[in-house]
């Protein structure tokens, strides 16, 4: 089975702290994902990273950053947070498209409940 | 840019009643992916089903089965003999089958919360 973990379930940090988000995955997949999900609101793309080092912006990358030094690491960065960056944060990984259908099927981690008060 | 939408917030089925969950989306392209994910309390949101849009047959996951209308944009998931265990968050999902990048994610809906009375 694929196995996405997130490195806390919860986590409460202060205004203007920088925050790491960790997320790893055990099934050498290319393709790593962080979503933000919010109450009547859905989940909604932050950043996407296709390889080592490679990033894309989502619809929503203001406020944050990534990191993907190793395959399997997929990291994203609060430089400063505020209050309004409240939210569950779930990151998600899939292989690269083969063609197969099956391929697109994103895996999710946990998720990480943050609170920053 | 593609929309996802999941019109009813919440949703409520007798336990061994069958439910049917709405989703629509609009898209100008002519083949891409759909997906219903379950997002149960506390724990990993997990696939449910998928849907191609090339095929016209729909799909069927034991319990579940979709209403795949591509005319209609509509994409609605039927839930027979629901169990205790269905009770989650079910979130519609869009993806077009050739984007560029490579690698960008889902569209998702707002998500319908399915609730299952004993």
């Known amino acids: 089975d694929v196995k996405v973990t997130q490195s806390s379930r919860y986590l409460v940090k202060r205004t203007g702290e920088k925050v790491f988000l960790e997320c790893v995955q055990d099934?050498?997949?290319?393709?790593m994902f962080w979503y933000r999900q919010d109450p009547g609101l859905g989940l909604r793309l932050i950043y996407f990273s296709y390889d080592v080092k490679m990033k894309e912006k989502g619809d929503i990358p203001e406020g944050y950053s990534v990191s993907r030094e190793k395959k399997e690491r997929f990291s994203l960065i609060l430089e400063s947070a505020s209050t309004n960056q409240t939210s569950m944060y779930l990151c998600?990984?899939?292989?690269?498209?083969?063609?197969?259908?099956?391929?697109?099927?994103?895996?999710f981690g946990p998720g990480t409940r943050l609170t920053v008060t | 840019a593609q929309t996802v939408t999941q019109s009813q917030p919440e949703m409520s089925v007798q336990e061994a009643e069958t439910v049917t969950l709405s989703c629509t989306y609009d898209?100008?392209?002519?083949?891409?992916?759909l997906f219903w994910y379950k997002q149960p309390p506390s724990r990993q949101m997990i696939l449910v089903i998928r849907?191609?849009?090339?095929?016209?047959q729909n799909a069927t996951e034991n319990r579940f089965s979709v209403n795949f209308q591509k005319a209609a944009k509509s994409f609605s998931l039927k839930i027979s003999d629901s169990q205790l265990g269905d009770a989650a968050m079910y979130f519609c999902a869009y993806r077009p089958m050739y984007s560029g990048g490579g690698a960008d994610g889902l569209t998702f809906g707002k998500g319908t919360h399915l609730i299952i009375q004993p």
């Open positions: 898209t100008s392209e002519s083949d891409y992916y």
């Open positions: 099934m050498d997949h290319e393709n």
């Open positions: 998600a990984s899939r292989p690269l498209a083969r063609g197969d259908p099956s391929s697109y099927e994103q895996y």
């Open positions: 849907q191609e849009a090339y095929k016209q």
